[in-house]
Each structure stands twice: as structure tokens, then as C-alpha cells.
């Protein structure tokens, strides 16, 4: 069963991250379906912006660790591994590019787009979740939405756009704060960041957004996504796709080492990991 829903109001298109018994996490197969769906809505031009939204209070919390720490997908490893077995590496990088290709390529297109997409964040986006929000064009926050970097409590360097996204819209200074000393940040704080475009109240936050999006929809989709494409030009986003590849070879390089082994180890037995002995 897809953990990834397709739904349309009108004009305006609605892809919703539904894995609520995983935190809204992404494994091989929902990472592969969430770019089925971007695609879809990026490229019918019957809809004129799209809402990426999660279920049951959190909006998405990255990479699956548990797939991660399980293996992955076997079957489907093998056209991601280097021809010569006897340079495979045994850790983890692997089955974490499995997901990211996916991932990756889903936030290319959100940022190609000739259409909007609003990151309707409603609760935890931490992580892959961080950078799968900030990469769309408005981020609108409900009151009990959090934003977190995340990735350092396992030891990684960063992916999904996190990289790419937070020096700009946060400036160099922030960025580095959300990186090193990884605050979690509530709405109105990442409002005040520049990681948010608006904070709604809980009990309205679904109908806001969607009418916020009506709005949009209901605008001159060419011109604003000619002025889209031009703002991106202007703001470097044009170098996107280098750095998300860039992004992937470092955190899948290590993600085969042991800081991430003993950072996705004391994940799992809830303790603080040691990587000065890792």
C-alpha cells in the first residue's frame, strides 16, 4: 500500500506524506512514490499549485533509520553498487542512496516547477522532513510545528536540500548555529529565522492553507512561473542539482563509517551516542 496520497481540490493539487506509524518517515518505496506524485503535479497542467503536506501531527522526519539499520531493499541495491564487489563498503551508504535518489530528485522538481509548491507544516519536520519543507516555495507553519537539523544526532552531513537551502534563506551565521548547536526551533522562531512565510492557528491550519493555495491557483500561473524561474536564477538555484549530488556522496561516504554506525546504534537504545571513540 502507497503511504503517498494524491488528492485534488480544483486547480489546486494535494500530496500527502501518510506512514504516521513511522513518523512520516521515507523508506525506498514511499521515497519513490513521493516523486511519482511530484512529478504528476509538477508537470498536469490542470493544477496550478500544489500543497506537500503530512498526517497526525508531523510533517515528515526524513530518512526511514530503522530501513536504514535493516538493510534497505536488496533486490534493489544492485544497480547502485559499484561493478567491483571488492570496493563495496559494508556500512550503510548504500541503502541511504536508495532513498535519497528518490528524494533528491522529487526536490529538483518542486524547485523546476513552473507551478507553486507550499510545505504545509504541521508538527515535527526534522531531518530529510527540514529540507524536503524549506525547498518548496512558501512554508506555512501551524503553532505547534517544529524545525529541526537533526542530522548530526546520528553523525550525518546533511542532505535533501539542507545544505543547499539554509545559508540562503537563514544567512551563514544562523546556518552554521542550526548545524553545530542544532536548536529545535518552534514556529514563530523559525519565522523569525526566515525558515517560515506564515504561522497558523492548529484548528484552522488545514483550511488556511488550502485556501491560500486557491488563491494562488486562481493568479497567473505562467507569469509567476516565469518570475519563479527567474528568482531561482537569481538566488543561484540553478547549481541545485550539482549540490544535491554533492550532497549525496558525502552522506552516503559516511554513512559507510563509524560515527554514523554508533550514532544510528544509540538512536535505537534511546542514549547519547560517543563519537569521540567511534
Not at 501531527?57 to 530518512?63: T, V
Not at 559494508?90 to 526536490?107: A, D, M, N, R, W
Amino acid at each position: 500500500m502507497s503511504h503517498i496520497r494524491i488528492e485534488h481540490d480544483g486547480a489546486v493539487g494535494v500530496i500527502t506524506i501518510d506512514r504516521k506509524e513511522r513518523f512520516n518517515s521515507l523508506d525506498v518505496e514511499t521515497a519513490r512514490d513521493l516523486r511519482k506524485a511530484g512529478l504528476q503535479l509538477a508537470r498536469d497542467n490542470a493544477v496550478r499549485c500544489v500543497i506537500l503536506k503530512g498526517v497526525n501531527g508531523i510533517f515528515c522526519s526524513g530518512a526511514d533509520l530503522k530501513y536504514i539499520r535493516n538493510g534497505g531493499d536488496q533486490k534493489d541495491l544492485t544497480y547502485l553498487q559499484p561493478s567491483n564487489s571488492a570496493t563495496q563498503q559494508p556500512g550503510f551508504g548504500s541503502v541511504f542512496k536508495q532513498i535519497l535518489e528518490y528524494i533528491h530528485s522529487t526536490i529538483s522538481e518542486i524547485r523546476r516547477a513552473s507551478k507553486p509548491f507550499i510545505a504545509a507544516v504541521d508538527g515535527v519536520a526534522a531531518a530529510g522532513g527540514l529540507g524536503l519543507a524549506i525547498c518548496c516555495d512558501l512554508v506555512i507553519a501551524s503553532e505547534r510545528s517544529t524545525f529541526e537539523w537533526a542530522y548530526s544526532k546520528t553523525g550525518l552531513t546533511g542532505a535533501e536540500s539542507s545544505t543547499f537551502f539554509l545559508p540562503r534563506l537563514v544567512g551563514l551565521r544562523r546556518a552554521l548555529e542550526l548545524l553545530l548547536l542544532n536548536p529545535r526551533l518552534g514556529p514563530h522562531r523559525a519565522q523569525e529565522y526566515g525558515l517560515v512565510t506564515r504561522v497558523l492557528p492548529n484548528e484552522s491550519f488545514d483550511a488556511e492553507v488550502l485556501a491560500m493555495a486557491r488563491t494562488i491557483a486562481d493568479g497567473p500561473t505562467e507569469a509567476l512561473g516565469i518570475a519563479k524561474q527567474l528568482m531561482n536564477e537569481a538566488a543561484g538555484v540553478d547549481r541545485l542539482d550539482f549540490h544535491l549530488d554533492r550532497e549525496l556522496e558525502h552522506l552516503a561516504r559516511i554513512a559507510d563509517g563509524a560515527t554514523f554506525a554508533e550514532g544510528l546504534s544509540a538512536f535505537f537504545e534511546k542514549r547519547q551516542p560517543d563519537f569521540h571513540h567511534a
